[in-house]
């Protein structure tokens, strides 16, 4: 009987993936930035046309990267209470900050 290989990686495009998610999360920031106030997340699969499910997986991860807040704390979220999200103002200069410094002078 063949072995069956156990995947080395449970990615097989990893590329693929930072470039779809990565554009996932500009749309979530744009559709934000837009608004210019918060949004549920059912608001947000509207106006970008993400589902949700895939929202409720990225939310976080831009909260933890600084550049969104929530209105409820991680642990009181939940399917029957209503979350919104916002731009994080402070976390968008130091990305913005970042950004310059690779292009200053000293860097190139």
């Excluded at 996932?24 to 106030?37: E, M, P, R, S």
């Excluded at 976080?60 to 642990?75: F, K, N, R, S």
């Excluded at 979220?77 to 990305?95: C, D, E, F, H, V």
């Amino acid at each position: 009987m063949p072995v069956k290989a156990e995947p080395t990686n449970l990615d097989p495009y990893p590329m693929l993936t930072a470039l779809t998610s990565g554009k996932i999360k500009l749309a979530i920031l744009v559709a934000l930035h837009d608004t210019q106030t918060p949004m549920t997340l059912y608001q947000l699969s509207d106006a970008t046309g993400i589902h949700y499910n895939s929202l409720r997986r990225i939310l976080p991860q831009l909260e933890t990267d600084g550049y969104l807040t929530a209105d409820l704390p991680p642990e009181q979220r939940g399917r029957k209470r209503t979350n919104t999200w916002q731009l994080n103002p402070a976390g968008l200069t130091q990305a913005q900050h970042e950004l310059s410094q690779l292009n200053s002078p000293q860097h190139n």
